[in-house]
């Protein structure tokens, strides 16, 4: 068993949505970033790399690369948990923490659980979506973006 | 075995304690929030929240609810505990790591152990608490505020 | 099992070289602390005592008692290690996120891992070894220092 963990950050910008947990929220801003920015998938992401020990994000997809841009980060999990797959390891259970004052995340969990479902073939039981405020302190304070914390 | 982490914030305000651990803390200031703003069991609760997949204490306590308004964290860990226990999971081990310059934590980490070694019904010897400051960076490092990160 | 996270930052300062994961990573800036300061290992350290319930690096080595200052952090991880060891426990995987926007990781991750391998006795598909920037946001993304975050 192996717990690997992962952070990751996006700033705010001109947009009517964000992407997180691969689903389209709508906000007054989007998020910057080469690919879609979900926030979330990202931190996901190297959370799964990490359980295996497999790099990061950033190694596997650069944001220097002409082909990630624009991408559904969908497809950076998937291929994460493919690794994972391929290394005899498969994923029991995983925990996102969305961190920023907006948008609201709970209309949108039960869809960002089942979207996380999709891509990872977990129950939702074993799905973990959460988000909390900084209270006005810090960048996410501030409003300038979003952090993302998870575990798998 | 599936493990959760949590993340919490609250800014400081007038006041001479705070709430850490279920431990009250002597301090120049206290910290705001609706509830009695425990940014520790906060985040706690949303690890074991996010271990067995129950949403976030946001959901299951709303600051927008006049019945949380004043309320001992206390109840909230306990909740998260009684949510795992109906759905047939156990509470092996919790680790929280408080992030500021003050209050000192260490006179007082084995007061918070007994405290949640109480709330949790752990040994102490599961139950892992920490401290680090931001070395005068950040909101935290400004004394602004507290984080907490916890893993369950 | 247990799994144990840990946080630390560091603030820059002058110098030629950060140290990180144990290896030396030349940079226009060092960074400030007691020790060596190496973020990344405070941080997997705080992760194994908070994995073991054995307080935190601050307890153990006081950045008040001179005989730290300068020090190597090689021998906090080993002292963690040793307890954990001690308590009858064995560490079976570990990850670390290093946060910030320079340097840049990658080249150095081999070496990292290789460094860690060496302190913990496990192999290298047993260590994670991330990097992320937060996208010029907060103080790490203001080039002010770094922060990392693991898990063991
Ligand atoms: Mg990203
Ligand atoms: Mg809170
Ligand atoms: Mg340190």
């Given at each position: 068993?192996?717990?690997?963990?992962?952070f990751?950050?996006?700033g705010?910008?001109?947009?009517n949505?964000v992407?997180?947990?691969?689903v389209?929220?709508p906000?007054s801003?989007?998020?910057n970033?080469?690919?879609?920015?979900?926030?979330?998938?990202?931190?996901l992401t190297?959370?799964?790399?990490?359980a295996?020990a497999?790099d990061?994000?950033?190694?596997?997809?650069?944001?220097?690369?002409p082909?990630?841009?624009g991408?559904s980060?969908?497809?950076?999990?998937?291929?994460?948990l493919?690794?994972?797959g391929?290394?005899?390891?498969r994923?029991?259970?995983c925990d996102v923490t969305?961190i920023?004052?907006r948008?609201?995340i709970?209309p949108?969990?039960?869809?960002?659980r089942a979207?996380?479902?999709d891509l990872?073939?977990?129950?939702?039981?074993r799905?973990?979506?959460?988000a909390t405020t900084?209270e006005?302190?810090?960048?996410?304070?501030?409003?300038e973006?979003?952090?993302a914390?998870?575990s798998?």
């Amino acid at each position: 068993p192996a717990t690997g963990t992962g952070f990751d950050v996006h700033g705010f910008g001109p947009g009517n949505h964000v992407w997180l947990c691969g689903v389209a929220v709508p906000h007054s801003h989007g998020l910057n970033g080469h690919s879609d920015a979900d926030v979330a998938l990202h931190a996901l992401t190297d959370a799964v790399l990490g359980a295996i020990a497999a790099d990061d994000i950033g190694r596997h997809f650069p944001p220097s690369d002409p082909r990630w841009k624009g991408a559904s980060s969908d497809r950076f999990l998937v291929h994460a948990l493919a690794l994972m797959g391929a290394m005899g390891g498969r994923l029991v259970h995983c925990d996102v923490t969305i961190i920023g004052e907006r948008p609201k995340i709970g209309p949108h969990r039960a869809a960002m659980r089942a979207r996380l479902a999709d891509l990872t073939g977990l129950p939702p039981t074993r799905i973990g979506v959460k988000a909390t405020t900084t209270e006005k302190l810090g960048f996410t304070g501030r409003g300038e973006g979003l952090a993302a914390m998870a575990s798998a």
